[in-house]
Every structure is written in structure tokens, then in C-alpha cells.
């Protein structure tokens, strides 16, 4: 088997398995009505992978193997797609990761500013390697008359890639794992969350594989390496949906739902749509934390129950009190200025 046909192949087949697992979990959510975010990194990964293989193809398209008999501008613009479709199959994977912990993490905790935070790097790191690579490839053009059509990325993509490879994939683990330490959950549960989330640490070992092969001058296992690696963040970013999907079809409910906005189920007062839910909810069985307004412009006291709180701007003018208590009386004199 020549090394065209197994790149045809692995180009082929493996981004197919991950458009499948994808098409797979955006069929669930949407049946769910769970869209969110998350789901559009993963239906935008879905195009990037397509473009990961046409460009595969296109590239290997030479006018001895065909089967389009491309010249060798073509190839190389299906080298460029291959390239950079590579990188964003890779970033999308990572940012649905990302938006899928931003959904689980409450409105008031500062943990979700540095989710964004985090998001915005990201960006910046995706948007560097494909500057870092284009600008490589048209500094050095000798590659362009090449039998292969393959740009030499050299160690200055390899280590960038690598280091921006860890730092993303240790900020995905660590931050679901400190996020579901401090949740009640049972032992057993807790074990598997965690270990859904951990599972970005396959995508830095196959990294650091095809980072190795980046370093050396064997182009052709570079290339089977990128298509392993691209499939595989594809494959892990649906597996927290996936796999609650599979406990909920095996009937296990427990703890499988969570709110973002800190609504309490089973409360008349959390009346949401179910776009607000998440596919992981984690209930508290506690009753609703009752508010009372202290403005003094009001001509009476409201009372809020925490279900009707869509933002930390709506807690500003209220105070905590415990759900027994009475409310404050309309026509209580304003405290001392």
C-alpha cells in the first residue's frame, strides 16, 4: 500500500468517525433543546474536519494518481487547506471543551471570568500558529516545487505547537476538576466527571507524538500523525455529552443535569426553558433562598426567589435572608441616613 492511498484512507476514515460522534451529539442536544455555545464550536468543527480531508485529498492529488489530475498550484492550495484546517479542527475541539465547562459554571462565580479569559487566549494562540505557519511557508518557497508539496515547519512550529498544546489541555483539565471538587457529588460520579474532562490529556500524548515527527524529516508520518491527532480532539470534545447521553439511556439520572444560572429543579420558582439547561445538572435539594428588597423607594417588599435571578446585577439591591423569615413590612422607617 503506497503512502498515498494510507493518507487517503486515514484522511477519509478518521475525521469521519469524528463528524459521526459530533453529528451524533448535536442530534442529541438539539432534540434535548440544550443548544448552546459549545455546540456551535462543534458543528464548526464538523466544517473545518470536511476541509481536513478534501484538503488531504486535494494535495495528494497528483497527474500520475489522480483521480482529478491536479497541477501543482492545486496541490498546493490543497496543502494550505490541509494546513490550516488542521489547526482550527484542533482549536474548535478545545474551544467546545471550553464553552461546554463555561455552561456548567455559575453566573456569580469568578471562575467563569477566567473561563473567558481563557477563551480569549485560546483565540490568540489559534490565531498565532496559523500566522506562525503561513508566514513560514511563504518565507522559505522552495517546498512548492517539491515532488510532495509538503511546507518543513521546522522546530519552531514544533515547540510552539507543543507548548500551546499543554497549556490548553492542562487549563481544560484542571479547571472542571477544581469546578467539580467543590460540588457534592458521590464518590462514583465525581471519578467519572473527572475522568471525562482528564481525557484532554489524550490529545497532548498524540501531541507530543506528532510533535516528535514535526522535529524530524519524516514528512510522511507527520502527516498520518496530524490526521490521528485531529480525530482524537474531535472525539474527546463530545464525550462529556456522549457519555451522559449513554448513562441517561441506561437510567441513570442522578446528579445528570446541572443549571448554570443557579436555579433550584423541582421548584415552582425555576421556571427556564430547557435551552438553559446543560446536559450535567448537579440538584441540591435545598429549599430557595428568599430575597428581600431594602430599596427604599419601593412601596412595599418584594420577594425574589434565587430562581428568578438571571445575573448577579439583579442581586444588587437585595439582601440574603433565610426562607422562613417574614418579610419586611411596607411602611418601616427607613434606616438612618
Not at 495528494?60 to 498546493?76: L, N
Not at 489524550?202 to 500523525?225: D, K, L, M, P, Q
Not at 448537579?282 to 430562581?307: C, E, Q, R, W, Y
Request: charged share 15%.
Amino acid at each position: 500500500m503506497t503512502f498515498v492511498v494510507t493518507i487517503r484512507i486515514l484522511a477519509t476514515a478518521l475525521p469521519g468517525i469524528g463528524v459521526a460522534l459530533t453529528s451524533l451529539r448535536l442530534y442529541y442536544r438539539w432534540t434535548r433543546r440544550h443548544l448552546g455555545w459549545d455546540d456551535a464550536w462543534a458543528a464548526l468543527n464538523i466544517v473545518c474536519a470536511i476541509f481536513l480531508c478534501a484538503g488531504a485529498w486535494t494535495r495528494s492529488d497528483t497527474p500520475a494518481v489522480g483521480p482529478f489530475h491536479h497541477g501543482t498550484r492545486v496541490r498546493i492550495i490543497g496543502y494550505y487547506m490541509l494546513n490550516v484546517a488542521f489547526t482550527c479542527v484542533l482549536w474548535t475541539s478545545r474551544m467546545s471543551i471550553l464553552f461546554s465547562i463555561i455552561r456548567l459554571i455559575p453566573y456569580m462565580m469568578r471562575m467563569r471570568y477566567w473561563a473567558y479569559f481563557f477563551a480569549v487566549l485560546f483565540g490568540l494562540m489559534w490565531a498565532a500558529l496559523i500566522i506562525l505557519k503561513v508566514a513560514i511557508c511563504e518565507t522559505d518557497t522552495a517546498w512548492k516545487k517539491s515532488a510532495g508539496v509538503q511546507c518543513v515547519l521546522g522546530p519552531a512550529v514544533g515547540g510552539v505547537e507543543l507548548a500551546t498544546d499543554f497549556l490548553a489541555d492542562i487549563i481544560l483539565v484542571l479547571m472542571p476538576i477544581r469546578l467539580l471538587w467543590r460540588i457534592s457529588l458521590s464518590p462514583a460520579r465525581r471519578s467519572l466527571l473527572t475522568g471525562i474532562f482528564s481525557a484532554s490529556m489524550f490529545t497532548t500524548i498524540v501531541s507530543i507524538v506528532h510533535g516528535v515527527y514535526v522535529f524530524s524529516h519524516n514528512r510522511n508520518a507527520e502527516g498520518i500523525w496530524a490526521h490521528v491527532l485531529a480525530s482524537t480532539a474531535m472525539i474527546v470534545c463530545n464525550l462529556a455529552v456522549l457519555v451522559t447521553w449513554l448513562m441517561r439511556a441506561l437510567g441513570h439520572r442522578d446528579d445528570s443535569e446541572f443549571s448554570p444560572s443557579g436555579r433550584t429543579p423541582g421548584h415552582s420558582g425555576s421556571q427556564a426553558t430547557p435551552k438553559d439547561l446543560t446536559t450535567l445538572r448537579f440538584n441540591h435539594h435545598t429549599n430557595p433562598i428568599v430575597l428581600h428588597s431594602l430599596d427604599k423607594k419601593d412601596s412595599g417588599a418584594t420577594t425574589h426567589t434565587m430562581g428568578s435571578c438571571n445575573s448577579s446585577e439583579s442581586l444588587s439591591p437585595m439582601a440574603f435572608a433565610p426562607s422562613g423569615s417574614k418579610t419586611a413590612k411596607s411602611d418601616s422607617p427607613p434606616p438612618p441616613a
